[in-house]
């Protein structure tokens, strides 16, 4: 059975990884990749701590502005804290800050780590419990709790490459998370087009479905973005660009096993979210962070590579890359040199 099980994750990861290996050396490459994850690490948590800061003041408006508090799951149990309440909840953060600190300064203990993913939890779910869901810093609390799952590494002498390895998958972990979220939205995105395209009705796939969201939004929200009158006016635009990003979101966990997409990926999925508040004014910092930071910075992105490599590697369409890039190598003629050998 474990043979099987074995052969079947190979054969998996054979079909979704990338057709033309990386030219870097294997071990070589690995060095260079735990030591790109370990700096990694250290700065994620010196990112957490700004910003379990900010959330220190977020939670002190909260407390001074509404006394309605309807906790989640997490933070249930402060219903029957009642004289200490608002110096719980403006102590978490703090806590989760310091935390982070401790952790980015010693890296090799996972206490801090533990710590800072249960106090961030906490103020995440203090955050949201006022009767809405403000799911910006859901997927920055997710990294915190895969990254307890780093394994300890030696501060001192040779490591192991079985705990580069090991160190390294927890990294790759976290990012086909990451990944799989947005797959996820794709999903929902195109489901929202297909079942409006069979009835005949307006939808995602639609020439004007985006423009017709944004006309929506503004009339309810009363915001005016910069950009959702343009796209609006000029529908055929947006269209094709909704399209791609649709793509874009469906087969982002496919490009966890190709590191020449890390940084392309990155750079579209910020581009996303920069799309978002000037055509929606919903805005996404954290995201931008974590994107940058654990794919346009991916340890694993490969410090050689060419255009064409990288267009042979996008799901779906990498095999145009292949016939235009490789197909006159195989046919070319012969120098004239070779031929008179």
Not at 32 to 58: D, N
Not at 260 to 286: A, K
Not at 327 to 337: F, I, L, M, T, V
Request: net charge positive; glycine share 6%.
């Amino acid at each position: 059975m474990s043979r099987f099980v074995t052969r079947t994750l190979r054969g998996a990861r054979h079909f979704l990884s990338s057709p033309n290996p990386l030219r870097d050396p294997v071990f070589g490459r690995i060095e260079i990749e735990f030591t790109r994850a370990t700096y990694l690490v250290r700065f994620y948590y010196l990112v957490s701590a700004f910003i379990a800061y900010g959330m220190m003041r977020s939670i002190h408006a909260m407390t001074e502005q509404s006394s309605a508090w309807v906790f989640l799951w997490p933070v249930k149990w402060l219903h029957s804290v009642n004289p200490d309440l608002y110096f719980l909840l403006e102590v978490m953060p703090l806590i989760a800050m310091f935390a982070a600190l401790a952790a980015m300064q010693f890296p090799n203990r996972i206490l801090p780590r533990v710590v800072f993913a249960i106090f961030c939890l906490f103020s995440v779910a203090v955050t949201n419990s006022q009767g809405g869901i403000d799911h910006a810093y859901h997927m920055w609390l997710w990294i915190g709790l895969c990254f307890i799952f780093l394994p300890p590494i030696p501060s001192t002498g040779l490591i192991s490459r079985a705990d580069k390895m090991s160190y390294l998958s927890a990294i790759v972990g976290t990012q086909a998370l990451l990944l799989l979220s947005y797959t996820l939205a794709g999903f929902w995105k195109t489901r929202g087009g297909l079942i409006p395209l069979f009835h005949g009705e307006l939808g995602n796939f639609a020439p004007t479905g985006l423009a017709s969201q944004l006309a929506d939004r503004m009339l309810v929200t009363g915001t005016h973005p910069l950009l959702a009158n343009f796209v609006i006016n000029n529908y055929w635009i947006s269209y094709f660009l909704f399209l791609g990003l649709i793509y874009t979101q469906l087969v982002a966990v496919l490009v966890i096993l190709r590191p020449r997409l890390h940084v392309v990926w990155g750079y579209i999925l910020i581009l996303f979210h920069t799309g978002t508040w000037l055509l929606m004014e919903i805005d996404f910092p954290q995201h931008v962070l974590f994107l940058g930071l654990l794919f346009v910075l991916s340890p694993f992105r490969p410090t050689r590579w060419n255009l064409p490599e990288v267009v042979c590697d996008v799901p779906g369409f990498g095999f145009l890359g292949r016939l235009v890039w490789r197909s006159p190598a195989k046919h070319s003629p012969r120098p004239a040199a070779a031929a008179a050998e």
